[in-house]
């Protein structure tokens, strides 16, 4: 008898959701859930409802209180946020996997390149300003990077990581989730700024990153320090996609990109990170972000397009 899953979609219908986290059910909006929902499915039995007009409602007051759930390895905090969030999108994971399973890749790569390399010529190599491969850990730039799944996946994995994000408590919220985690040791520089300013900055200073992960809203305010105007994904993507192939390390590079706007599908995305790296679209590989349900139901979440050099 196998140990049923840490999350589950349980069903989705006539515009919500109903997702179990851990010991909790969560009834939320959900937009693309536009089939009927399946009664039978445990609606009535929700321990947590969020309305965009009331806010979030619980018959126990107690399941408005913070909870702990371990989804691959990592432990999470998840509590009742605005906009009807618990700070978890678990259609993701395969993203964490990816980028963890590239950061192991390159470290093993790593290591053979300075096999039997003597200490005077591996500290020549640790000193170049744009070291890649052979220069010590793997570096992640995580943009738009939320309570910081991806961050903890890349960082176990062994990558020293720049997680960013306008938002003060989300930056508070990942931190907490690295020392659930037992990560809140690993090299992760935790920088509250607006993505858009953050990589012009480093591309004045000559950064650059063995890996990129990005997940922008389609809508967002620029946080930070002040710096950054609002963000519309589909104005402003272009500019910040050339910005991130700037800092790409041409030694082994990856960029794993996520969007949940219903003007980019699949090609679209794929297409505006081919122009921004300058690679064959037909180097980039796509996926829908989709959930199926316990009930059969599919709910659409997004778009992740994914390039490995």
Same mark, same amino acid.
């Given at each position: 008898?196998?140990?049923?899953?840490?999350?589950?979609?349980?069903?989705?219908?006539?515009?919500?959701?109903?997702?179990?986290?851990?010991?909790?059910?969560?009834?939320?909006?959900?937009?693309?859930?536009?089939?009927?929902?399946?009664?039978? %499915?445990?609606?009535?039995?929700?321990?947590?409802?969020?309305?965009?007009?009331?806010?979030?409602? %619980?018959?126990?007051?107690? #399941?408005?209180?913070?909870?702990?759930?371990?989804?691959?390895? @990592?432990?999470? +905090?998840?509590?009742?946020?605005?906009?009807?969030?618990?700070?978890?999108?678990?259609?993701?994971?395969?993203?964490?996997?990816?980028?963890?399973?590239?950061?192991?890749?390159?470290?093993? =790569?790593?290591?053979?390149?300075?096999?039997?390399?003597?200490?005077?010529?591996?500290?020549?190599?640790?000193?170049?300003?744009? #070291?890649?491969?052979?220069?010590?850990?793997?570096?992640?730039?995580? @943009?738009? =990077?939320?309570?910081? =799944?991806?961050?903890?996946?890349?960082?176990?994995?062994?990558?020293?990581?720049?997680?960013?994000?306008?938002?003060?408590?989300?930056?508070?919220?990942?931190?907490?989730?690295?020392? #659930?985690?037992?990560?809140?040791?690993?090299?992760?520089?935790?920088?509250?700024?607006?993505?858009?300013?953050?990589?012009?900055?480093?591309?004045?200073?000559?950064?650059?990153?063995?890996?990129?992960?990005?997940?922008?809203? $389609?809508?967002?305010?620029?946080?930070?320090?002040?710096?950054?105007?609002?963000?519309?994904?589909?104005?402003?993507?272009?500019?910040?996609?050339?910005?991130?192939? &700037?800092?790409?390390?041409?030694?082994?590079?990856?960029?794993?990109? &996520?969007?949940? &706007? +219903?003007?980019?599908?699949?090609?679209?995305?794929?297409?505006?990170?081919?122009?921004?790296?300058?690679?064959?679209?037909?180097?980039?590989?796509?996926?829908? @972000?989709?959930?199926?349900? +316990?009930?059969?139901?599919?709910?659409?979440?997004?778009?992740?397009?994914?390039? $490995?050099?």
């Amino acid at each position: 008898m196998t140990d049923r899953p840490a999350c589950a979609l349980l069903d989705a219908g006539d515009g919500r959701r109903l997702d179990r986290f851990g010991d909790r059910i969560v009834d939320r909006p959900a937009p693309a859930a536009v089939g009927p929902r399946d009664e039978g %499915a445990g609606w009535a039995e929700a321990d947590l409802r969020f309305d965009r007009d009331g806010g979030w409602w %619980a018959a126990d007051p107690t #399941a408005l209180e913070p909870w702990l759930v371990t989804i691959d390895g @990592l432990t999470l +905090e998840l509590r009742p946020a605005a906009g009807g969030q618990v700070g978890l999108f678990a259609e993701q994971a395969p993203i964490w996997r990816w980028v963890a399973d590239r950061v192991t890749e390159r470290g093993a =790569a790593a290591a053979r390149a300075t096999d039997g390399v003597t200490d005077r010529v591996a500290d020549r190599v640790a000193d170049r300003p744009s #070291a890649g491969a052979g220069s010590g850990p793997v570096r992640v730039l995580h @943009l738009f =990077a939320y309570t910081g =799944a991806a961050t903890l996946a890349a960082a176990r994995a062994g990558a020293a990581v720049v997680h960013v994000d306008g938002s003060r408590p989300a930056i508070a919220w990942a931190r907490r989730n690295a020392a #659930a985690s037992g990560l809140g040791d690993r090299p992760i520089r935790w920088i509250v700024d607006d993505a858009v300013a953050f990589v012009r900055r480093e591309a004045r200073r000559g950064r650059r990153y063995d890996g990129i992960v990005l997940d922008p809203p $389609s809508y967002g305010h620029g946080g930070g320090r002040g710096r950054g105007p609002a963000w519309r994904i589909g104005e402003d993507l272009p500019d910040l996609l050339a910005g991130c192939a &700037s800092l790409l390390d041409p030694a082994a590079p990856f960029v794993a990109l &996520s969007a949940h &706007s +219903e003007d980019y599908g699949p090609d679209r995305l794929a297409g505006e990170l081919a122009h921004a790296i300058r690679v064959p679209r037909g180097s980039i590989e796509a996926m829908d @972000l989709d959930e199926r349900a +316990e009930t059969g139901a599919l709910l659409p979440l997004g778009v992740w397009v994914w390039w $490995s050099a």
